[in-house]
């Protein structure tokens, strides 16, 4: 794989000082028009020998360009606040916005490599962890991401005849470490890791480019170019689309097309029984036994959440289901047995500017509390396969790639330790217009019943069928959907917080999950 | 000062209960036209005698409001992200934004109480500590917050009972440490301190309530009514201000009124000598010298730099000027020196909406860097005593006092160890001019130049005005404002690079600062 990258290529200075000044207005250029045009950002990664100029490239191309619109980041040790959150917390919370590029160091690449050298971990668990970057990458990508990635490489005689220059030089003979050469003595080992690390990682969508490290004109150009011309075809790519899409609007206003004209006739007639209606929706709780009944659940959580607390172990809700389904009772009902330090709750709704110029997990990740902590979602991630399903805010390709990614960032949670439940609330059609009446009624409650959720219930069999899909595609034995019979408010706030009680205890105590 | 807190005042259960429901429903009513209005946030400070009933008192407003619009925050053991900023950091991100309640317990006044009981600091320590907080108080109020505190107060004697009869309770003596005890011991000294606090920085805008904590009756609705009323009579101030502005506006336009009408003619004609006027705008560098000396100081910043972060000493810069006086490039030539993974360049535009819901320095303190790193702003929060001054965005009263506001967050870095240096580049009139008309020539320089420069050059001497104050009012020994001569970039860019050394400099060596 790495033969290419030691035939000794270079670029005389000459021809280097001929090409530079074009090439750094060309990217100064480009990375103009991402910005005006941001609709993507870029994610630039750099790894490779150590010696083989990662660094001075990455300082390079913030050299050429203009730096008050990249974010470089280099990753050490997590920091405590990281180390509570799982792997790829950090990564998440540095991505750069649209219209912007992001520069990573020793990126998400660095562990799982130095842990195969090092054989803290087997051929298998490296390839589980290149696994989860290609989602991570692939999840990026979809989301209109411009990804690069460079190997810069030398030979291992190269390696060692760049250390010894540096250590000759006054100047730069820090940059040699002891770590250096013990690192180059498993030179071989960790060019077989790196092997199998570009093998199963250079995708089409975020491919490896490997580039001959020993001149530095050389490494210089070929990188720069790379950076230009992905980002001046994905530019021409966007600029495209927006026409398409203005001409395929223009096309149908004409034509009279209809945008609702969408629906899957043969599903809606397939899909009629949903999982939702197998539940028994007369369940319920007389009132003196619910108090009974809240009063120990919520004495017993109590008593969980102070043990998970002291071992660190978080714990993530997340919370769907109708309007008016009860979510906010259910919720309060809860965190009425918890200490209010150590919760939050996160009402979503419509993302602010930064949020929407992100991933769509983006705002998710960033909400993830430190160890031991409650968080509680009132609406969450699944607002994908949901609303933004139902009311086409998201295409067909973007939430049915969804649940791959949910699944993706919810198993992390879980390796983390996270204790994860995810309650659909649900309540019948009828039962729902009774709420909404009576909302109208009382004039405290008004405030909670929109236009929007008139509209809403119009969509009912429609969100029944997305209900469906998102259940089947995304319940799984460690983060399982938990459906939850709401018509009577009583038995629901009692059946959610008994099923985190059981969660946690699994989890903290001798269950044998 | 406690006296009236010993008194042994009680609700009985009969009257909570005949009260609770409503206050709860009025509570809750209040906390949806906040939200609705969004205009202020409320910020709710609990603090006391341990046992008194602070961490009670927080669940209880928890459960009767709604949870989703309410951050509670407690804090322990500074983080290692958080130690390595100034100490308010962590306040300062986790404020609540317009429209919502933040509630916190073991707050800013936590640690400058427990320091001064055992004796970390003396009497004079502990003012200038509470000065500190006072002006951050000050600070959120002037930007609307509702601040209220709650002093939850018991006697010697009635938090030994209490701390016995938990201890008695199997499911409640947890809560009793051994640290309790050895507090107790301290309790007179805890009083003292925390008189002295309370005196110091119970003010007009942000009042201390003390709460006698004995009984939980009492002490939940004293401080409920206390809560419902300041965010009831705020919201009318809210309404009434709103009223007023849009009568206001009203009137004027009727009138004929000129907005622009606004300049104290006096002041003007008074203020035509600035301290720019003082400048020697001829000072030049010709090109063999500025390269020699560039690549000199580009070294030793370099140098300097790798010292910092072994140290874990920060840099933040700040640079303004007009348009076109080439803080673009003097950044580029600053951050060419320095390893681009340990520095960000943050660009200030127009805020985000996650910003503009908060303090206007708010969005400053989310960007410092952690420890050793240089964060360069590209205009900073001097935009509110420039432009925003300027161009009327911010009230007289508003940009006045951010002079203040300033110079105390600036304090904050500088106490904190980092090097602050602002740099003014200037151009002439002239210069500006033939700049601009340089950009509308050059093709990829032309977005550079846009129809706000012009409208900006109008206001030439509106900003030199704002200039002469700024520096006036915030150059301070250890965060001096450094006027450059701009007129020639080479010289410009050289300046900048060596004031940095020196600093730098000054702080990592054997300076005598």
Same mark, same amino acid.
């Given at each position: 794989?790495?033969?290419?990258?030691?035939?000794g290529r270079k670029v005389s200075k000459r021809d280097f000082e001929r090409q530079e000044p074009v090439l750094r207005q060309e990217l100064l250029q480009i990375q103009q028009e991402l910005r005006e045009d941001g609709s993507f950002p870029v994610i630039l990664v750099f790894a490779g020998v150590d010696g083989a100029g990662k660094g001075e490239t990455v300082n390079l191309l913030n050299a050429w360009m203009d730096p008050r619109w990249i974010v470089t980041r280099a990753y050490g040790e997590p920091s405590d606040e990281e180390r509570e959150?799982?792997?790829?917390?950090?990564?998440?919370?540095?991505?750069?916005?649209?219209?912007?590029?992001?520069?990573?160091?020793?990126?998400?690449?660095?562990?799982?490599?130095?842990?195969? +050298?090092?054989?803290? $971990?087997?051929? &298998?668990?490296?390839?589980?962890?290149?696994?989860?970057?290609?989602?991570?990458?692939?999840?990026?990508?979809?989301?209109?991401? +411009?990804?690069?990635?460079?190997?810069?490489?030398?030979?291992?005689?190269?390696?060692?005849?760049?250390?010894?220059?540096?250590?000759?030089?006054?100047?730069?003979?820090?940059?040699?470490?002891?770590?250096?050469?013990?690192?180059?003595?498993?030179?071989?080992?960790? $060019? =077989?890791?790196? =092997?199998?690390? $570009?093998?199963?990682?250079?995708?089409?969508?975020?491919?490896?480019? $490997?580039?001959?490290?020993?001149?530095?004109?050389?490494?210089?150009? #070929?990188?720069?170019?790379?950076?230009?011309?992905? +980002?001046?075809?994905?530019?021409?790519?966007?600029?495209?689309?927006? /026409?398409?899409?203005?001409?395929?609007?223009?096309?149908?206003?004409?034509?009279?097309?209809?945008?609702?004209?969408?629906?899957?006739?043969?599903?809606?007639?397939?899909?009629?029984?949903?999982?939702?209606?197998?539940?028994?929706?007369?369940?319920?709780? =007389?009132?003196?036994?619910?108090?009974?009944?809240?009063?120990?659940?919520?004495?017993?959580?109590?008593?969980?959440?102070?043990?998970?607390?002291?071992?660190?172990?978080?714990?993530?809700?997340?919370?769907?289901?109708? %309007?008016?389904?009860?979510?906010?009772?259910?919720?309060?009902?809860?965190?009425? &047995?918890? %200490?209010?330090?150590?919760?939050?709750?996160?009402?979503?709704?419509?993302?602010?500017?930064?949020? /929407?110029?992100?991933?769509?997990?983006?705002?998710?990740?960033?909400?993830?509390?430190?160890?031991? !902590?409650?968080?509680?979602?009132?609406?969450?991630?699944?607002?994908?396969?949901?609303?933004?399903?139902?009311?086409?805010?998201?295409?067909?390709?973007?939430?049915?790639?969804?649940?791959?990614?949910?699944?993706?960032?919810?198993?992390?949670?879980?390796?983390?330790? #996270?204790?994860?439940?995810?309650?659909?609330?649900?309540?019948?059609?009828?039962? /729902?217009?009774?709420?909404?009446?009576?909302? =109208?009624?009382?004039?405290?409650?008004?405030?909670?019943?929109?236009?929007?959720?008139?509209?809403?219930?119009?969509?009912?069999?429609?969100?029944?069928? &997305?209900?469906?899909?998102?259940?089947? /595609?995304?319940?799984?034995?460690?983060?399982?959907?938990?459906?939850?019979?709401?018509?009577?408010?009583?038995? &629901? !706030?009692?059946?959610?917080?008994?099923?985190?009680?059981?969660?946690?205890?699994?989890?903290?105590?001798?269950?044998?999950?």
């Amino acid at each position: 794989m790495f033969r290419t990258a030691e035939l000794g290529r270079k670029v005389s200075k000459r021809d280097f000082e001929r090409q530079e000044p074009v090439l750094r207005q060309e990217l100064l250029q480009i990375q103009q028009e991402l910005r005006e045009d941001g609709s993507f950002p870029v994610i630039l990664v750099f790894a490779g020998v150590d010696g083989a100029g990662k660094g001075e490239t990455v300082n390079l191309l913030n050299a050429w360009m203009d730096p008050r619109w990249i974010v470089t980041r280099a990753y050490g040790e997590p920091s405590d606040e990281e180390r509570e959150r799982p792997e790829f917390w950090r990564y998440w919370r540095d991505l750069p916005p649209r219209g912007r590029i992001g520069m990573f160091l020793s990126s998400w690449y660095s562990r799982p490599v130095l842990d195969r +050298v090092f054989r803290k $971990i087997g051929g &298998a668990e490296l390839e589980q962890r290149l696994e989860r970057i290609v989602a991570f990458e692939n999840a990026l990508s979809a989301d209109s991401a +411009v990804i690069l990635k460079f190997w810069m490489h030398l030979s291992k005689k190269a390696q060692k005849r760049r250390f010894k220059s540096l250590e000759k030089d006054p100047l730069q003979s820090w940059r040699v470490t002891k770590r250096d050469w013990e690192h180059w003595k498993l030179y071989d080992r960790f $060019i =077989e890791a790196a =092997e199998r690390t $570009i093998m199963k990682t250079s995708t089409g969508v975020a491919p490896w480019t $490997i580039v001959e490290g020993e001149d530095h004109h050389y490494r210089s150009l #070929t990188v720069g170019i790379a950076v230009r011309d992905a +980002v001046r075809r994905a530019l021409e790519d966007a600029r495209a689309r927006r /026409q398409l899409a203005s001409l395929e609007k223009a096309g149908k206003n004409t034509e009279g097309g209809d945008a609702e004209d969408r629906t899957d006739t043969v599903g809606t007639v397939l899909e009629t029984v949903t999982v939702l209606d197998s539940l028994d929706m007369g369940l319920s709780l =007389e009132k003196p036994r619910y108090r009974e009944e809240l009063a120990r659940a919520q004495a017993e959580l109590n008593l969980l959440h102070r043990k998970a607390l002291e071992r660190g172990i978080s714990t993530v809700l997340v919370f769907e289901g109708p %309007d008016a389904a009860g979510k906010g009772g259910a919720i309060r009902r809860l965190t009425a &047995a918890l %200490d209010a330090r150590h919760v939050q709750v996160i009402p979503i709704a419509a993302p602010t500017d930064e949020e /929407q110029a992100h991933h769509y997990l983006w705002r998710f990740w960033r909400h993830l509390s430190r160890a031991g !902590r409650f968080t509680i979602f009132d609406r969450s991630w699944y607002g994908r396969v949901l609303v933004e399903r139902v009311e086409g805010f998201a295409s067909e390709e973007e939430w049915r790639r969804a649940y791959a990614e949910i699944n993706d960032f919810e198993e992390q949670l879980i390796e983390h330790g #996270t204790v994860l439940r995810k309650f659909w609330l649900h309540i019948t059609k009828e039962e /729902q217009l009774a709420r909404f009446q009576a909302r =109208e009624k009382t004039p405290y409650k008004r405030w909670k019943l929109t236009e929007e959720d008139w509209r809403n219930r119009e969509r009912w069999d429609d969100y029944a069928a &997305a209900v469906n899909d998102m259940v089947e /595609q995304t319940s799984t034995k460690k983060a399982p959907w938990v459906l939850v019979e709401g018509n009577d408010k009583r038995f &629901a !706030r009692v059946k959610v917080i008994t099923t985190v009680c059981e969660a946690m205890a699994r989890v903290l105590g001798d269950g044998n999950d």
